[in-house]
Structures are given as structure tokens and as C-alpha cells.
């Protein structure tokens, strides 16, 4: 499966943003899907991901409340609603899947991954 991620930008603080994950290639909805995200000298963290088969989402404590996370398997699309942020959002978002029902929040269990979109939050 291909990803391709958008819809980073600058944005002030207690703004929003909404981020979208359009996948293509195989049954999309056979993978759970994640948003990982990257700060500069930082490891790349969970954030969010939903599975394939009901829908749940999974949260990062730090975006629980401000982010939401949803999936539309008809148009092979995962968006991430960012609301309320905060210059700690700042990263590169990156949205990854991986062939199965179970969404995990390690990024080594992901085979795919889209190519990042920044996100910048100014104070």
C-alpha cells in the first residue's frame, strides 16, 4: 500500500489543522492505520491510529481531547482533526500502516509509511 500525507502548514497557537492520509494499492481496508510524528532531535511518536475493522481510535495522552482521528475505507482516506495546538505539536506528521487489526503504537511494527507533512505551531 502507498501513502501519501498532507494538509501540514503554520498555524498559530490554539488553531487547527486537518491532516489526510490517501492510500492506494492494496485492500486499504485490511490495515490499521497510525499518525507518527517527528520533532527535531526527537524520536518518532504515536499519536493516533484506528483500525480496520470498527473503527476505534487510539490516542497519544499528549493529543487526547484535541485530536481525532477518522477513517473513510470508501474513499481509502484517514484523516487527523488537530485542534487546540501547541508549539510542542511541531513536528513531521507522518501516517503509517501496517496489515492488521490491532492498532500499535510502536513505529517498528509499520511497513508503510507516507513521506511526512510539516506541521509548524507558532507561540
Known amino acids: 500500500v502507498q501513502l501519501q500525507a498532507s494538509g501540514g502548514g503554520l498555524v498559530q497557537a490554539g488553531g487547527s489543522l486537518r491532516l489526510s492520509c490517501a492510500a492506494s494499492?492494496?485492500?486499504?481496508?485490511?490495515?490499521?492505520i497510525s499518525w507518527f510524528r517527528q520533532a527535531p532531535g526527537k524520536e518518532r511518536e504515536f499519536v493516533a491510529g484506528?483500525?480496520?475493522?470498527?473503527?476505534?481510535?487510539y490516542y497519544a495522552d499528549s493529543v487526547k481531547g484535541r485530536f481525532t482521528i477518522s477513517r473513510d475505507n470508501a474513499k481509502n482516506t484517514v484523516d487527523l482533526q488537530m485542534n487546540s495546538l501547541k508549539p510542542e505539536d511541531t513536528a513531521v506528521y507522518y501516517c503509517?500502516?501496517?496489515?492488521?487489526?490491532?492498532?500499535?503504537?510502536?513505529?517498528?511494527?509499520?511497513?508503510?509509511w507516507g513521506q511526512g507533512t510539516q506541521v509548524t505551531v507558532s507561540s
Open positions: 494499492g492494496r485492500t486499504f481496508n485490511s490495515y490499521a
Open positions: 484506528v483500525d480496520w475493522y470498527v473503527s476505534i481510535p
Open positions: 503509517a500502516a501496517w496489515r492488521g487489526n490491532v492498532v500499535l503504537r510502536t513505529r517498528q511494527a509499520y511497513n508503510y
